[in-house]
């Protein structure tokens, strides 16, 4: 009998479909546990709110993939918030606002990127220092006040709906589309898998590492970015706390989508899987009436297996 159900298994891939399988338990589960999560209304908010997680989640996909990591992600989706706010309350339209406001944090993400592939500071050290000066900067822009927003047609950016979508949806599936694209069926793609893989490897087959690792951060600063204006469009001001706690969010919801913190290993659909899992705990634990402090516990629980599973396949793959 072992032998039988050995068989039934034997093919298939855990880490490929695991998370998929979860997600569709999950809301098989949570859908008869609470009727109201399956209503239109109720995916719909959920989609709404998973977007500007889903968008971060999309940029930490290519940098994770490199082998790399990008903490400062919440505090540039605060800064470009801000960024915006002011210009506007400066006088200066809404479309140049947010040009320099993206422009500003692909700047970030350059500096990480320099930061990292040619001064050889480890990612986590580079970017939580960047943590600590966008906090700073915001401050200096906010005087560490609320801006409100003081152009109402800002708000259309995330308050707006394409039929009965809302507009954050629109643009988080669009972003969902040119990630996969990207990584997929362009060149681009495939040198950032090949440099999570092995660095050596790439450097011989002439790819150029260092540009590759400047070109993730730069994507995921942009990203970022936009996410911080469609957060800054839908709360009509900027806070010096707006996008605490997205970085640790959007990185959660890479790892447990699949995607290997090794690098050379990932998949922007299977981010979309851990981003909406992210998402759907919360939700069912909110229809639940479960307190917020065990919604931590099961996230963290949830990450810890689901990195310990890929670290385990890794060791296991080195042995063999």
Known sequence: MPDKIKNVFKGFNFREHGVLIGFIVLCTIIGFLTPDFLSVRNILNLL???????????????????????ISVGAICGLSGAVVMKLMTMGVPIVPAILIALAACMCIGLVNGISVAKIGIPSLIATMAMVTILKGSILIITGGY????????????????????PTPIILFLFIIIIAQFTLTKTKIGSHVYSVGGNQVASRLSGINVDKQKILVFVINGFAAGLAGIILSSRVASATIAAG???????????????????????????????????????????????DTKFQYIFRGMIILLAVGFDSYNKKKLQNV
């Not at 709404?48 to 990008?70: A, L, P």
């Not at 913190?261 to 998949?267: I, K, L």
Request: proline share 3%; hydrophobic share 50%.
């Open 244 to 290: 605490d706690g997205y970085d640790l969010d959007a990185i959660a919801s890479v790892v447990i989508g699949g995607t290997s913190v090794s690098g050379g290993e990932g998949s922007a659909l299977r981010t979309v899987l851990g981003v909406l899992l992210m998402a759907i705990i919360g939700n069912s634990f909110n229809l639940l009436g479960i």
């Open 146 to 165: 609320p801006i409100s927003n003081p152009v109402p047609a800002y708000t259309v950016i995330a308050q707006s709906y394409v039929g009965f979508i």
């Open 48 to 70: 709404r709110q998973s977007s500007i997680i889903g968008i971060i989640s999309m940029g930490m996909t290519f940098v994770i993939i490199s082998g790399n990591f990008d």
